[in-house]
């Protein structure tokens, strides 16, 4: 039953109370009744002869009691809902017999009749006062919860860190008020989708989808389409499972793309979405517009510390001819022991960086104890061991690399404490630098100079192994 008829049968319980008749309950505009909904079998229980249309009472607040040739009064009160009039229509009996009474007697009923409406308008508008209170309640508490998600959100984004579990936690956090079954976010080159809630379609079927809707000058327009019945789109015949589809366009850099809300939750399987969902969408479709511009400029940064790095480790490298290119095997070979390691994404990256850098130091070293050939003087040996220091105080105050530095102060320290410069032993020695000493170990034992030859890697593994546990 629809709320319509839902009032019409209220409102026909309520008048049949007060005058002790049936009603029959008509939306006013096309005469179309809403109540009662069938004749119980088939009997008439109305003795009404004239449904006619009620134009002179639609928007009316007026009942209206006419006499019957038949010795009754048709009685018809219209009662506002919304924007529709319903109006009630039943007959009474005359009671009184002579012309004046039955005048008097129909004025009598108009006044009750005018009072029993006023009395249900005043109820409808104290009902519509507490539904409007309710509403305005519910929407500043869900204006309220959108505040507290977007504020958690924001706090906990890691902004240049794993941008597509970010996006996740975005379209997780949306999806309550939208109440869509899923999102789907759809970058412009129709790869990398990510789609949370119920699985609705396959990727391919993404695409399609996405490439029909794009087609929309609407979309274009304003960046945002509201699409209430998938199945009326002249290709809508693809998609029959579909129901209603809210999308909005995400301009944000190189990340340009669309997040699309599929299927309106509801009690009523021909829900779709509205204005409103459109404007909760709008918080979070901004914020994954903010997430992809950082991540496209932390992106760029990257890319230019990554190229200053290999510039400065090349500068270093340049030095000593015999080890040139000891710093990218070194950051390579590191990045490989971090992957067996199980090391997520941004170590590696920092795991990279720092065996770029681990020996920036020897900028600071003399050039005939850098270049020599022969074994070292104690005072050589003590020289050279200064570079993990130097490196680390031409880094220092580059904060943004700052998770790096471990790795370069501390890449010749030993396991049992007799490297250096800090002397540092087991669990102590940060892990970065554990990593860096190993691949640094690696290559100069398997990289060939001019006194001696690379060794072969069975026997490198072997002296690691050996090493295990001291150095």
Same mark, same amino acid.
């Given at each position: 039953m629809t709320k319509l008829a839902q009032h019409a049968k209220a409102t026909a319980t309520v008048l049949h109370e007060e005058f002790r008749v049936p009603f029959q309950v008509f939306e006013a505009s096309t005469a179309t009744r809403l109540w009662p909904e069938t004749e119980p079998n088939g009997i008439v229980r109305y003795v009404s002869d004239n449904v006619g249309t009620f134009a002179d009472l639609v928007g009316g607040r007026k009942v209206q009691v006419t006499q019957r040739p038949n010795g009754k009064f048709r009685l018809?009160?219209?009662?506002?809902?919304?924007?529709?009039?319903?109006?009630?229509?039943?007959?009474?009996?005359?009671?009184?017999?002579?012309?004046?009474?039955?005048?008097?007697?129909?004025?009598?009923?108009?006044?009750?009749?005018?009072?029993?409406?006023?009395?249900?308008?005043?109820?409808?508008?104290?009902?519509?006062?507490?539904?409007?209170?309710?509403?305005?309640?519910?929407?500043?508490?869900?204006?309220?919860e959108l505040n507290l998600t977007l504020e958690r959100l924001i706090r906990h984004l890691r902004i240049h860190r794993?941008?597509?579990?970010?996006?996740?936690?975005?379209?997780?956090?949306?999806?309550?008020?939208?109440?869509?079954?899923s999102l789907i976010w759809v970058p412009s080159n129709l790869e990398g989708l990510q789609s949370r809630g119920e699985t609705v379609l396959a990727d391919?079927?993404?695409?399609?989808?996405?490439?029909?809707l794009r087609r929309s000058a609407e979309l274009r327009d304003t960046g945002l389409l509201l699409l209430p019945r998938v199945a #009326? +789109?002249?290709?809508? !015949?693809? @998609? *029959?499972? &579909?129901?209603?589809? /809210?999308?909005?366009?995400?301009?944000?850099?190189?990340?340009?793309?669309?997040?699309?809300?599929?299927?309106?939750?509801?009690?009523?399987?021909?829900?779709?979405?509205?204005?409103? #969902? +459109?404007?909760?969408? !709008?918080? @979070? *479709?901004? &914020?994954?517009?903010? /997430?992809?511009?950082?991540?496209?400029?932390?992106?760029?940064?990257?890319?230019l510390l990554?190229?200053?790095?290999?510039?400065?480790?090349?500068?270093?490298?340049?030095?000593?001819?015999?080890?040139?290119?000891?710093?990218?095997?070194?950051?390579?070979?590191?990045?490989?022991?971090?992957r067996e390691l199980k090391l997520g994404e941004d170590e590696l990256s920092d795991v990279y960086l720092a065996g770029l850098l681990h020996d920036v130091g020897k900028i600071g070293i003399r050039d005939d104890v850098l270049c020599k050939h022969?074994?070292?003087?104690?005072e050589e040996e003590q020289h050279i061991q200064q570079h993990p220091a130097i490196g680390h105080a031409i880094l220092k105050d580059l904060h943004q690399i700052s998770s790096l530095l471990p790795g370069v102060l501390h890449h010749h320290e030993r396991y049992d404490g007799a490297g250096y410069p800090s002397k540092l032993a087991g669990e102590q020695i940060p892990r970065i630098a554990r990593i860096i000493a190993v691949a640094d170990s690696y290559d100069a034992m398997s990289t060939s100079r001019p006194y001696r030859q690379g060794l072969a890697p069975d026997r490198v593994e072997s002296i690691l192994i050996d090493g295990s546990g001291q150095q």
């Open positions: 018809r009160v219209p009662f506002v809902v919304g924007e529709v009039t319903l109006v009630a229509e039943s007959v009474l009996a005359r009671i009184a017999t002579e012309p004046e009474d039955v005048i008097e007697e129909q004025r009598r009923l108009e006044r009750w009749a005018q009072a029993v409406l006023d009395r249900l308008l005043q109820t409808e508008w104290l009902r519509s006062q507490r539904t409007a209170e309710d509403d305005l309640k519910r929407q500043l508490k869900s204006a309220w794993e941008p597509a579990s970010n996006l996740n936690k975005i379209l997780d956090a949306a999806l309550p008020f939208i109440e869509a079954e391919d079927d993404i695409r399609d989808l996405v490439k029909s #009326d +789109a002249s290709w809508g !015949a693809g @998609f *029959a499972h &579909l129901g209603s589809v /809210l999308v909005m366009t995400v301009p944000s850099g190189r990340a340009f793309g669309w997040i699309i809300a599929v299927n309106k939750r509801g009690a009523d399987r021909q829900a779709s979405f509205g204005n409103a #969902d +459109a404007a909760a969408m !709008a918080p @979070f *479709a901004a &914020l994954i517009g903010l /997430l992809n511009k950082a991540s496209d400029r932390y992106q760029d940064l990257k890319d990554v190229g200053l790095t290999r510039s400065l480790a090349s500068a270093v490298d340049a030095k000593d001819p015999y080890t040139y290119g000891h710093s990218e095997r070194v950051a390579r070979i590191a990045v490989e022991l971090g022969g074994p070292l003087t104690p």
